[in-house]
């Protein structure tokens, strides 16, 4: 109980005193800039003095155009080197967030879902999808192979084939 606690009144006395000071001080700041302002204005926009003659007009026109093209180059090359510094800063930050630690994946948790389910939690209950898997397969019929059928048949008749050199041209032809 070393310290004493401060009374409310006393902290919001002191409050208040704070917040005027901060008043006072931005006031004064805000001034500042005005003045700031209209010197700038006074040294680098002297004030306009109409010609009366045509030509006169014509050449001013050309010199206020010519003025507004360097003050838009400016303008551009400026704003190109805040985006620049931006993208600096954007990848500084992202380097030490990089450095400060590792980021921990969470351990996600296995779910069995079918794929009716998993569809429907995808593109909402107002969709309903119903999906058989096996519907969409192709269909494969099994085809019988008539060729052995007819090689069983009749014994002789491939012995008198295969007999003599026009049967062993045949058999070397037909393995080919």
């Known amino acids: 109980m070393s310290e004493k606690k401060m009374t409310s009144s006393r902290r919001h006395y002191l409050k208040s005193l704070m917040l005027q000071i ?6 004064a700041e805000a001034e500042e800039a005005d003045q700031e302002k209209e010197r700038y204005m006074e040294d680098h926009c002297p004030s306009l003095s109409l010609p009366g003659s045509m030509q006169e007009l014509q050449d001013l026109c ?10 838009d180059e400016q303008r551009y090359d400026m704003e190109s080197k805040v985006t620049k510094s931006d993208k600096e800063i954007e990848d500084l930050k992202l380097k030490v967030q990089d450095l400060k630690g590792k980021f921990r994946r969470p351990v996600l948790k296995k779910v069995r879902l079918s794929a009716d389910a998993m569809l429907q939690a995808l593109l909402g209950s107002k969709h309903k999808v119903s999906m058989d898997l096996r519907a969409n ?8 192979k008539e060729e052995e059928k007819e ?14 050199m026009d049967g062993r041209k045949k058999m070397f032809e037909s393995e080919a």
Not at 22 to 27: C, F, P
Not at 152 to 161: A, L
């Open 22 to 27: 901060a008043q006072g001080l931005l006031e």
């Open 62 to 71: 050309r010199k206020l155009h010519q003025q507004i093209d360097s003050v």
């Open 137 to 144: 397969l192709k269909q494969v019929k099994k085809e019988t």
């Open 151 to 164: 090689s069983v048949g009749d014994w002789r008749k491939n012995v008198e084939d295969k007999a003599g």
